[in-house]
Nanobody, 121 residues
């Protein structure tokens, strides 16, 4: 079994900051790509940022310069620092992690439970 636990969402005013975290635990052999997605009301889920095991990062154009993704491989944890938040950042944020599990010895994608981020104007 593999579990992902997210934390850090909440309500913030425009211009404010939040930090999301997502920790993986369980039968983990290794973790490859880690990323954050978001889904606003009545919109499709979209990639916000991703980071490889080696630290290569990618960001959606809408968050470049405001959001920063990082990971702690020793703790199997991924972070998303969100600064200068805007009302259009309001969404449920999900972490997504590619994990090689020791149970099946296959790499598959796992999703966190989601955390609500609401930015008021």
């Amino acid at each position: 079994q593999v579990q992902l636990v997210e934390s850090g969402g909440g309500l913030v005013q425009a211009g404010g900051s939040l930090r999301l975290s997502c920790s993986a635990s369980g039968s983990i052999a290794s973790i490859n790509l880690m990323g954050w997605y978001r889904q606003a009301l009545e919109k499709q889920r979209e990639l916000v940022a991703s980071i490889t095991r080696g630290g290569l990062m990618d960001y959606a154009d809408s968050v470049k310069g405001r959001f920063s993704i990082s990971r702690d491989n020793a703790k199997n944890t991924i972070y998303l620092q969100m600064n200068n938040l805007k009302p259009e950042d309001t969404a449920v944020y999900y972490c997504n992690v590619e994990i090689l599990s020791t149970l099946a010895w296959q790499t598959r994608s796992y999703w966190g439970q989601g955390t609500q981020v609401t930015v008021s104007s």
